[in-house]
């Protein structure tokens, strides 16, 4: 294990997001909020003290290579610093007590957008805007948006984006990897400039905009609001919103291939895409046949909510238009099935993926042909070409363990008092980066009323849900910390 070189990369990554809260700070002075500019430099200043620690512990030379494990450790302990350093504003101003801070800073940088604060009114605006700014570094990923902007990660830095990346396999647009990490996040700073344009377009203010083009886009669904879309009551607002979360939940690798000469037919002909939108379409009708059945509701109204919520939950954002913990059982199981299942992999958004789900599929009708002709070699293909065993392998590896952890991390909350459905809606919500849930965390409540236990185990479901458990679980076996270890 080279500790040096880990040192050096997080040193890296603690200085960077210590110079991006100079941006809040900024906008705090601008603003005249005197404390919160207090809090933002102070918390950047730490951050700086770290960097500055670590910098002189670590050694790296000029694009070296990254090792596996290395990558795998920079990866895990990387997120656990950024997610330290994000909590100091809300700490050092006293607005969330410690356990609370951390759970916000987690939440926006996972991008679940879970909210452990009852009223954010009482958040300065620049520390809201440093908390939509967590949901957005954290959306594409802080090892992709880091290696784009600082050039010292080197040739090695493929091996820190497949322990980051979401899906069952990291895929590489560009040759070079340092230029597939600005091509993703050239696609994802250009997708959040035309949400923030046309949300601005559409009737919100400067400050609104921002901060929701960058909760849109990253799939993190923190709004400035209490009551999120509810506050705007805005048809147009809503369908704009809908577009762009499901923009978002489209792979990004994607999106560079179709700027690059492909054209939409790269995105098109994507199978992982249409199939998301498929049950994105599948849903909507669902949901709006209960609800004008159920409820009474007509076309109009049915429509309305049912394509945003759906695109909503669909896409893990997590933005709210309607109380949905009010519509019918069978509505309600619908968009727990989408929380799920998440959006495409390579996205912003969370879940188990799409892509995993197809395979899964595809295998399961694999194993009833080979049933019936057991000479039959069988073969599973997405996009025309023939998926490896061992992505196969990974998908129904990465099924069990992530049904295993909703299971175990439900049992807990259960342990903890909470009622059977709301602990499953909350372990669903939290793995999947989701945010809202149903019951004790539903639409219109927040996660601050959970118990303290509840609230670690919250932490713990967000940050492994973020980095598709793996990478995190492979920090506590005592094998990778052995030296002279072969990897």
């Known amino acids: 294990m080279n500790l040096l070189l880990i040192a050096e990369v997080l040193a890296n990554l603690a200085l960077a997001v210590s110079a991006i809260l100079m ?6 002075v601008y603003l005249g909020e005197g404390q919160a500019a207090l809090d933002l430099i102070a918390s950047s200043f730490i951050g700086l003290a770290v960097g500055g620690i670590l910098k002189q512990k670590g050694k790296m030379e000029e694009n070296a290579d990254i090792p596996v494990r290395e990558g795998v450790a920079i990866t895990g302990l990387g997120w656990l610093i950024v997610n330290l350093i994000a909590t100091l504003p ?47 570094l954290g959306g594409i990923g802080i090892i992709v948006i880091f290696m784009a902007l600082l050039p010292q990660f080197g040739r090695g830095g493929m091996n820190m984006m497949k322990a980051e990346s979401t899906g069952p396999a990291a895929e590489r647009q560009l040759p070079r990897i340092r230029d597939n990490a600005v091509a993703l996040f050239a696609v994802y700073m250009g997708f959040t400039l035309i949400a923030i344009l046309v949300y601005r377009l559409c009737g919100m203010n400067t400050y609104d905009d921002v901060s929701h083009g960058f909760t849109t886009i990253a799939t993190g669904g923190f709004s400035t609001n209490n009551d999120s879309f509810i506050h705007y009551n805005s048809p147009l607002l809503e369908a704009v919103a809908s577009f762009f979360m499901l923009v978002a939940s489209g792979s990004f690798g994607m999106y560079v291939l179709a700027f690059r000469g492909g054209g939409w037919r790269t995105v098109w002909k994507n199978t992982e895409f249409r199939a998301f939108l498929a049950l994105f379409a599948i849903a909507t009708v669902l949901i709006m046949t209960d609800l004008m059945t159920e409820l009474g509701w007509d076309f109009t109204k049915a429509l309305r909510y049912t394509v945003f919520q759906t695109a909503s939950l669909g896409s893990t954002t997590g933005y709210v238009s309607y109380d949905f913990d009010t ?9 727990l099935l989408l929380m799920f299942m998440g959006g495409c992999a390579g996205s912003t958004a969370g879940g188990f993926k799409i892509i995993r789900l197809v395979i899964m599929v595809k295998l399961v009708r694999a194993l009833i042909w080979q049933k019936l002709h057991p000479n039959m070699v069988a073969s599973i293909r997405m996009n025309g070409n023939p998926v490896p065993g061992q992505i196969v392998f990974n998908v129904a590896r990465h099924f069990f363990v992530y049904v295993m952890m909703d299971v175990l991390f439900s049992f807990f909350l259960i342990a903890d008092g909470i009622s059977m459905i709301d602990a499953v809606s909350v372990g669903v919500s939290t793995m999947g980066s989701v945010g809202p849930g149903f019951g004790i965390a539903g639409a219109t409540s927040t996660y601050a009323i959970l118990p303290p236990f509840s609230k670690a185990v ?16 492979a920090l506590f076996t005592p094998e990778f910390w052995y030296k002279g270890k072969g990897w």
């Open 90 to 136: 809300y700490l050092i101003g006293g607005y969330l007590d410690p356990l609370d801070s951390l759970a916000e800073a987690i939440s926006g940088l996972s991008g679940t957008g879970a909210a452990f604060i009852d009223d954010i009114g009482i958040l300065p605006q620049s520390i809201l805007l440093w908390r939509s700014l967590t949901n957005w």
């Open 458 to 473: 919250a932490c713990v479901s967000m940050f492994l849900g973020r980095l598709e458990i793996f990478t995190v679980l």
């Open 327 to 335: 519509w019918p059982s069978f509505s309600k199981g619908v968009l």
């Open 23 to 28: 941006l809040p700070f900024g906008y705090a």
